[in-house]
């Protein structure tokens, strides 16, 4: 789904990453950060210009084949569209469309991310919709947006974040 990055990372970035993640991290938000940052250094995450796309609709307009049309024709090199998240934001369209909306971006030569902001007490099965959801896309991988609970906790919930970074590990999905 990814590929290796083509920026090494210096000694000195890769010290830090590994400190941060070894000494236990003060905060989730820099807990979070420090995987994310190691996940990068494994992994490429989107490059270019790119956008979020939240709203897919029910009734399937613009078509596939129009959206994709106008990412590309406003030069977009990547779109994450959002992934089921348990949230009412979304609902199961999702499931149904992103396949063919990924399909026509790829066919337009536009590289298809899945996106979601997860809430800790949808671990696991928030990871589990996201993984399902980048398979069938055929996603480039999945870009976590932890926003709420995760930033107001204080450097709470490491275990719900460990253990969604352990699932997207486990499936072999790049994390951005």
């Known amino acids: 789904m990814g590929e290796e990055s083509e920026t090494p990372v210096t000694p000195k970035e890769r010290n830090r990453i590994l400190a941060a993640i070894g000494a236990g991290v003060a905060g989730l938000v820099t807990g979070v950060a420090s995987i994310v940052a190691f996940r990068r250094a494994v992994r490429r995450g989107p490059r ?21 049309r106008r990412a590309r024709d406003i030069g977009l090199s ?71 609970p995760w930033l107001k906790s204080g450097g709470g919930y490491k275990e719900q974040a460990a253990a969604l970074m352990a699932q997207f590990h486990k499936a072999r999905i790049p994390v951005a």
Request: net charge positive; charged share 25%; glycine share 12%.
């Open 48 to 68: 270019g210009q790119g956008a979020f796309s939240r709203n897919l609709k029910a009734d399937g307009k613009p078509s596939p084949e129009e959206f994709a």
């Open 78 to 148: 990547w779109v994450a569209i959002l992934g089921e998240n348990r949230s009412k934001q979304a609902s199961g369209i999702y499931d149904k469309q992103i396949p063919a909306y990924a399909k026509a971006l790829r066919r337009a030569g536009v590289e298809v991310w899945i996106w979601g902001w997860p809430e800790p007490q949808w671990v696991p099965g928030v990871g589990n919709d996201l993984i399902r959801q980048a398979k069938r896309a055929k996603a480039a991988g999945v870009i976590l947006d932890p926003e709420g």
